[in-house]
């Protein structure tokens, strides 16, 4: 065994080795395009090199955020005529508009980001549809600045010394930059960035709750994706001297979505797939212009309907799985959490007043006071539809309340987010599972501490901890298993231990004992037990009364938005207020102690 600090002069070599690949491949295609004299296949390796670098900001955006979007035809277009009016109007140095293009391509980016944010899917696409459409009509009929179809002729190239690059130099040039952009987003992707945006494709509610601004993961998602498309479209103006509307169409935005859709979305070699297969295609049909749009419009779909993880995600399935964790490293067990350190003494964790909410006529919260305090446990009960899962949204700034204040350790945090919330250490689980099924536990658990982990944060430190954390669940051995392949239970326990992930100084827990059976319920209350004495708050709306019984410090209990008693369990079950809130209702039961756990509540 040795210890994570040990590891970090090997980390970094292992990184190296991992770069060593594509800067092989790349020093190779670059000895290969110089031994080319052939300025067909020259051109051809050109276009796969820009098409190449589009598509990987396209994956960024579309595979791993899930934002399909339908316009980058207009951000190509934002980085051509960048180049185009900067070298021909300003006469600024070619290679200083070349660096300019993907900045203004990614300001454009921020723009049609904006409206994009507010919708999903089929509203998505349509309004980067409608932002292509516009894009192509404003550089088709502003003639006097981008020349309609008439087009921008001498754009200034880069040069090599005083000679302007040949379609050599431009072929070595996309090559290096390929290499450059793939090195850079494996780096990104396959670290605490990517993941956010895997999470927040997978589920937007669990990504916030996990600490990931959902908000500014995707703005970067479209920031990455539009100055990539501009970087190519800026290429493209500058090494043919010329640039026109024809080259802005609906068509180019179909193909480099087509690029990423085909060669595997979410998967860092989609893009080159996509890349070498599009390309090969449109030489092929270069003789049959008239067919083109049919074959493409039929790869989509054939992408979309038959093969959804693309060429590259096929291959990946034959390939023997490489697993994340780091074997050998040791990870000391959890004794406490970093930030759940409160003495049992000290004042309330969380303090809840008058908080008080509303949909429409139901009132699910009314004027509720709560006081939650480290190494203890807390269950929140009441009959259905008493606003208790209300309230942890409440809590977890999924929704907001309409009036009241909620301090956390003596903070205001009733107008703060769900990521900010969960930075600050308030963690849950939900009702309904919301894990990243198709993410493997690991992955799960590494999402949870995204806040946590911090930009600066090292993937080995993460990965141990994480490995700390599942072993603290039992879920040591599962490591490496996709999350949505485990049976109920185990997927239960995966939630909470990407809830503890984050060192949470408070756990809301909303009905964890759902759907399990009494020797995994049992299991539970042991857990659960053993994560107060870390030194967090737990809160748990559960419904079953032996296991609130047995495990509970003290018991608030809810009916209809309103707090009718709270204290021990003792108090609880002879309350007469409690009594008859239970037993007015046919559909809940009455907490009357931990035998009543054998009549299991459907969910
Ligand atoms: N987003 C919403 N819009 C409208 N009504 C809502 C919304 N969320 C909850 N409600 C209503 O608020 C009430 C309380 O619901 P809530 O889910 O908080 O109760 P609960 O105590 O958790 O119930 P259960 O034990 O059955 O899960 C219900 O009448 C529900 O229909």
Known sequence: MMDASV?????????????????GIGAALVALALTLSNDFYLYVAFMAGVYYICASGMNVLAGYAGQKSLGQAGLFAAGAYTVALL?????????????????????????????????????????????????EKLVTEWTDLFGGAQGIYGIAPLTLGDEPF????????????GVAVHLALSHLLNGRFGRAL??????????????????????????????????????????NQYFNSDFVTFHLSVFILLLVLLGGAGNIYGPIAGAAILTMTEVFLAQWPSVQHFIYG?????????????????????????????????????????????????????????VSKAFGGVVTA??????????????????????????????????????????LAGQDITRGTAHARAARGIARTFQNLRLFGSMTVLDNVLIGAHARIGVTGREEDAVAKAK?????????????????????????????????????????????????????????????????????AVLMVEHDMGLVMRISDEIVVLDRGVV????????????????????????????????????ERPC
């Open 87 to 135: 070298t021909t109007r300003l006469e600024l140095p070619p290679a200083l508009a070349l660096a300019a293009a993907p900045l203004v391509a990614a300001a454009v980016g921020v723009l049609i980001a904006l409206p994009s944010l507010r919708v999903k899917g089929p509203s998505l696409a349509l309004v980067t549809l409608a932002f292509g459409l516009v894009v």
């Open 366 to 407: 009314d004027k509720v006071g709560l006081r939650l305090h480290a190494h203890r446990i807390h269950a929140l009960i009441g009959p259905n539809g008493a606003g208790k899962s209300t309230l942890i949204n409440i809590l977890t700034g999924v929704i907001s309340a309409d009036s009241g204040t909620i301090r």
């Open 298 to 354: 039929a790869m989509l779909l054939f992408a979309l309907y038959l093969m959804p993880t693309g060429v590259a995600g096929a291959i990946a399935r034959v390939l023997p799985r490489r697993m994340a964790v780091l074997d050998g490293v040791e990870t000391p067990p959890l004794t406490a959490m970093q930030r759940g350190r409160a003495e049992p003494s000290a004042g309330p964790l969380l303090e809840v007043t008058d």
């Open 468 to 536: 700390a954390v599942l072993d603290f669940v039992g879920l040591g051995e599962h490591a490496g298993a996709l999350a949505g392949s485990l049976p109920y239970g185990l997927q239960r326990r995966v939630e909470l231990a990407r809830a503890l992930a984050g060192d949470p100084v408070l756990l809301l827990l909303d009905e964890p004992a759902a759907g399990l059976n009494p020797r995994e319920t049992a299991e539970l209350g042991q857990l659960i037990k053993r994560i107060g004495q870390l030194g967090v």
């Open 7 to 23: 590891l970090r002069p090997a980390a970094r070599r292992f990184a190296l080795l991992r770069a060593a690949p594509a800067l």
């Open 564 to 599: 009718i008693a709270e204290g021990a369990p003792r108090d609880i079950q002879t309350n007469p207020r409690v009594i008859e809130a239970y037993l007015g209702r046919e559909d809940s039961p009455a907490p009357d102690g931990p035998e009543s756990d054998k009549e």
């Open 198 to 239: 895997l999470a927040l494709q997978s589920d937007e509610i669990a990504a916030e709750c996990a600490g990931i601004s959902v908000y500014r993961y995707k703005t970067l998602a479209f920031v990455l994706a539009a100055a990539l498309c501009g970087l190519g479209g800026a290429l493209v103006a500058q090494q």
């Open 166 to 177: 040949a379609l050599k130099h431009w072929v070595v040039l996309v090559i290096v930059l």
